[in-house]
């Protein structure tokens, strides 16, 4: 009896799995989406590609000319209306930089030989975008080192870092000298170099105060001390940037040659792993051009320098040197592979400028850094219109810009950004508020 009873359960319990199976089978070709391997792999998502641009301009300087518009009735000094039609511009970029050539150091407030500025200079610029300038230029130590220390005060407390130069020692051996600026996801580094200190001479103990590119930079300038700059580098390398900037106050002032020192001296830092040289000191726009490269450590890449940007802001002239009125702000698009991790420069484009002295009796600044073809198409200056133009045409074919480059977009940019169609007063909030990434207009 208990035998039976075992077979019996025994049967039930295979006619069940027979039809499980069966059903199963039919299941699994009805549904075989239901049945298809997992796979149980980590996925891992590839970080989407970053883009950043950076923003250069050439000589901010102060002179008796620049005092006298911004000083107002009650004795300070305003100098917003003469940035306020650029506001948008140096705004909108990720990372915006010029050469500082004077110094903030407290009254008497002067120009040359002793360029002397307001501290409302530092903080109108930090108003209007600026993240660094560099100091290491022929006016660093113009009112001393105590001048030079009070500058970098100054900066600092409108917000603005400083390249070149080194209130201390230790501020001197903080990254050997290498300023770090992280850029929406970039990591930027930044060096500063100048050929000499106007003939001055830094005090005994005082050598780590500003990056000199000459040993005999008071004198000849004959001894290039290309060791240390390219050491400079080296030691950017070592925080593995994803951009190396490197900023020279270089070459002679009021020309447009490039000498083979500084072809050479170009060629070398590329090799060496910087990406793009910003040059000021002649106070003209000069030649900008790309080089391809092969870097020390075997890597392939296109690189680019300006070898001079020219004046952003000051009242000289023409009697200076013809055509210094002209500038430009200078666009570098730097793009990281997500995938890769490496960093290439993927675009350049500028933005013509002409440093528009209105007179003496003019309603509001007298003297204006106008976006040239904005400045053309507002109407709002029929009588310079000839002078813009003539402005424009001669900066496209003066600053032998690399037109065609492979790889690389090189365009003039500019357009209307909104700034209240440059109102005379209360235009810098206007274009604060209202900035806007720069349109392409003609390739140069």
């Not at 009650?74 to 003469?82: P, Q, R, V």
């Not at 050469?99 to 030989?113: D, H, M, R, S, V």
């Not at 402005?391 to 492979?406: E, H, Q, S």
Request: with cysteine; proline share 3%.
């Amino acid at each position: 009896m208990r035998q039976r009873v075992l077979a019996a359960v025994l049967l039930v319990i295979f006619v069940l799995s027979l039809i499980l199976i069966l059903r199963g089978c039919r299941n699994r070709r009805e549904h075989p989406e239901l049945y298809a391997k997992k796979d149980t792999t980590l996925q891992l998502e590839t970080e989407p590609d970053t883009t950043v641009t950076i923003s250069a301009v050439g000589d901010i300087m102060i002179t008796d000319e620049l005092l006298a518009d911004a000083k107002q009735p009650d004795g300070s000094y305003n100098f917003a209306e003469s940035f306020a039609a650029v506001s948008g511009y140096t705004l909108s970029s990720d990372l915006t930089i010029g050469n500082l050539e004077c110094n903030f150091c407290g009254a008497p407030y002067a120009g040359k030989p002793d360029y002397r500025a307001p501290e409302s200079l530092a903080t109108t610029l930090s108003t209007i975008g600026f993240d660094l300038l560099q100091t290491a230029n022929t006016c660093s130590i113009q009112n001393g080192l105590s001048g030079l220390q009070s500058t970098i005060s100054y900066l600092t407390n409108a917000g603005i870092d400083h390249a070149g130069t080194y209130a201390d020692a230790a501020e001197r051996a903080a990254n050997n000298g290498v300023v770090i600026k992280n850029v929406s996801g970039l990591k930027v580094a930044i060096i500063a170099y100048t050929k000499g200190l106007g003939g001055l001479q830094l005090p005994e103990g005082a050598e780590y105060a500003v990056n000199l590119l000459y040993t005999d930079y008071s004198t000849d300038y004959e001894k290039l001390d290309t060791q240390a700059l390219l050491q400079s580098v080296d030691a950017a390398k070592e925080l593995k940037p994803d951009v190396i900037l490197v900023m020279l106050h270089w070459g002679s002032e009021a020309t447009l040659e490039v000498t083979k020192t500084q072809q050479s001296l170009a060629k070398q830092l590329f090799e060496r792993g910087a990406d793009a040289i910003l040059g000021t000191h002649s106070h003209l726009v000069g030649k900008m051009e790309t080089m391809d490269v092969t870097t020390d450590d075997g890597k392939d890449k296109t690189c680019f320098v300006a070898y001079s940007l020219g004046n952003f802001f000051s009242s000289q002239d023409s009697s200076y040197a013809s055509g210094c009125e002209s500038s430009v702000i200078l666009n570098l698009q730097f793009t990281k592979n997500g995938e890769t991790g490496e960093t290439a420069l993927t675009g350049v484009n500028y933005t013509p400028l002409y440093l528009m002295d209105r007179g003496s009796g003019a309603d509001g600044a007298q003297y204006e850094i106008l976006p040239i073809r904005t400045a053309i198409a507002s109407g709002l200056f029929p009588d310079d219109t000839q002078t813009l133009t003539d402005a424009i045409t001669a900066l496209t074919l003066r600053g032998d810009f690399p037109c065609g480059v492979t790889g690389l977009e090189w365009a003039e940019t500019g357009c209307d950004r909104g700034c209240g169609a440059f109102a005379r007063r209360g235009l810098l909030k206007v274009c604060c508020a209202l900035a806007e990434a720069p349109e392409e207009e003609d390739e140069a």
